[in-house]
Nanobody
């Protein structure tokens, strides 16, 4: 059974940092990624990393501030978030894609429960 368990969310002041973690179990994936949903908005892509090659993608809104990484031995993906802004406030979801098709279309196959990130001004 596949499980994605996120941790690391919380409340931080603008300009601060947080690191999210997502531990995966049950199988390996083509890619893992992070999405977020802000209040009253659609879910949006944040970042992804392919498990084998380590190819990385970022949304333009987080480039230069967020860094995604993976620990293959721990089957865990991380999202280091620096220079946080109030507009980064959202529920952040970890997701896993079984195929390149799922990854490039953002139709990820598995989702975590989400972790709240709140950035105060």
């Amino acid at each position: 059974q596949v499980q994605l368990v996120e941790s690391g969310g919380g409340l931080v002041q603008a300009g601060g940092s947080l690191r999210l973690s997502c531990a995966a179990s049950g199988r390996t994936f083509y890619a893992m990624g992070w999405f977020r949903r802000a209040p009253g908005k659609e879910r949006e892509f944040v970042s992804s990393i392919t498990w084998s090659a380590g190819s990385i993608r970022y949304a333009d809104s987080v480039k230069g501030r967020f860094t995604i990484s993976r620990d293959i031995a721990k089957n865990t993906v991380y999202l280091q978030m620096n220079s946080l802004k109030p507009e980064d406030t959202a529920v952040y979801y970890c997701a896993a894609a079984l195929s390149i098709q799922a990854a490039v279309s953002y139709r990820y196959d598995y989702w975590g429960q989400g972790t709240q990130v709140t950035v105060s001004s």
